[in-house]
T-cell receptor, first 113, second 114 residues
Framework: GESVGLHLPTLSVQEGDNSIINCAYSNSASDYFIWYKQESGKGPQFIIDIRSNMDKRQGQRVTVLLNKTVKHLSLQIAATQPGDSAVYFCAENKGGGADGLTFGKGTHLIIQP | DTEVTQTPKHLVMGMTNKKSLKCEQHMGHRAMYWYKQKAKKPPELMFVYSYEKLSINESVPSRFSPECPNSSLLNLHLHALQPEDSALYLC?????????????FGEGSRLTVL
């Protein structure tokens, strides 16, 4: 089965609020995680990544948190905008010499006006 | 140029047809990928090419045949497909050498098998 997965299939937030999308993984040896955004009719787009030697990483309006103790990571989007409406996937790079990613189930983020 | 271009965008084929999906990138990436995505599901890895050599085949049926003619092009040849093969086929590329999670995806080719 999948080694990464999302907690909720749909998340609805008010425009301007912060969004938090969660993801759990099962393998304690997993060490490299990536978040992707997929808008309707488009391919996935890289957002941010984090390796297991870090607990937190920030980008532009996004923050990824990694809790290795409970095997959980989250994507926080600050001041959610209509353009943030998409399906968000967490993914894992399992290494092994090629960078084929394993994607978890997605969370559909819906922005309420 | 940071695009991965896939053609055709839409393809309808019968189960006895032979068709091909094409992917092109000019970012100098030496790793290229095929993913399959069913509706409301995550992308599933099919094939990985590294320096024009097939490095990963995720137990994909032989009716799907990948080809990497050069470092910029990736093809997926389709033959004797089944209706359940209908899906969005995504091509991606990435740099090689250092482990990366940043893949650049095309917009996909939506395949319908009748």
């Amino acid at each position: 089965g999948e080694s990464v997965g999302l907690h909720l299939p749909t998340l609805s937030v008010q425009e301007g609020d912060n969004s938090i999308i969660n993801c759990a993984y099962s393998n304690s040896a997993s060490d490299y995680f990536i978040w992707y955004k997929q808008e309707s009719g488009k391919g996935p787009q890289f957002i941010i990544d984090i390796r297991s030697n870090m607990d937190k990483r920030q980008g532009q309006r996004v923050t990824v948190l990694l809790n290795k103790t409970v095997k959980h990571l989250s994507l926080q989007i600050a001041a959610t905008q209509p353009g943030d409406s998409a399906v968000y996937f967490c993914a894992e790079n399992k290494g092994g010499g090629a960078d084929g990613l394993t994607f978890g189930k997605g969370t559909h983020l819906i922005i309420q006006p | 140029d940071t695009e991965v271009t896939q053609t055709p965008k839409h393809l309808v084929m019968g189960m006895t047809n032979k068709k091909s999906l094409k992917c092109e990138q000019h970012m100098g990436h030496r790793a290229m990928y095929w993913y399959k995505q069913k509706a409301k599901k995550p992308p599933e890895l099919m094939f990985v090419y590294s320096y024009e050599k097939l490095s990963i085949n995720e137990s994909v049926p032989s009716r799907f045949s990948p080809e990497c003619p050069n470092s910029s092009l990736l093809n997926l040849h389709l033959h004797a497909l089944q209706p359940e093969d209908s899906a969005l086929y995504l091509c991606a590329s990435s740099t090689s050498g250092a482990r990366t999670g940043e893949l650049f995806f095309g917009e996909g080719s939506r395949l319908t098998v009748l």
